[in-house]
């Protein structure tokens, strides 16, 4: 039952990540990138979290390319997407707190964290719903330890 309630919730993140499109018109070019870039991480975390939660048939190879698009969305150097100004409390279409720049070496950590859950992920991706069930719970863990820390709640 617990990995039926983690599956929801990175879903649940999932779908939020949709909505933000039509906020990011006025945003900074840095923000626009790291939306897009989560936007990205929604939409192949959907792929997998539909499979696992039994909405869609597992597929092998379409979870394989949604894992390893999680690890090279997770190896790209965001250094220039998170300049000082662009936190909740300075614009308006973000949710980024002010901890990131309070705190950058726990926002890396948790960063690095979700990195190593997406190795972990692909490196199962492929040998059955099972084992992509049982990795969704690390790389949805990562997620929500970041976004408690160092996002906005809705």
């Known amino acids: ?3 039926r309630t983690l599956l929801a919730s990175i879903v649940a993140l999932a779908a939020m990540g949709t ?5 990011t018109q006025d945003l900074p070019g840095p923000v626009k990138a790291r939306q897009g870039q ?3 991480m929604a939409l192949n975390l959907g792929v997998l979290g ?3 939660r039994g909405n869609t048939d597992y597929d092998a190879e379409a979870a394989q390319t949604a ?4 690890v090279a969305l997770a190896a790209i150097d965001q250094s220039f997407s998170w300049p000082e100004g ?3 409390f300075a614009l308006e279409g973000t949710r980024a707190l002010p ?3 309070e705190n950058p070496e726990g926002f890396a950590e948790d960063y690095m964290a979700f990195g190593a859950a997406a190795e972990g992920l692909a490196a199962v991706a492929g040998d059955g719903l099972e084992a992509v069930q049982a990795a969704m719970g690390s790389i949805g863990g990562t997620c929500g ?3 408690d820390d160092f996002r906005q709640a809705n």
């Open 1 to 3: 039952m617990k990995t």
């Open 19 to 23: 909505g933000i499109a039509a906020v």
């Open 38 to 40: 989560m936007q990205l």
């Open 50 to 52: 539909g499979m696992a």
């Open 67 to 70: 894992a390893n698009n999680l």
């Open 86 to 88: 662009t936190d909740n």
């Open 99 to 101: 901890a990131i720049w």
């Open 145 to 147: 330890a970041c976004h």
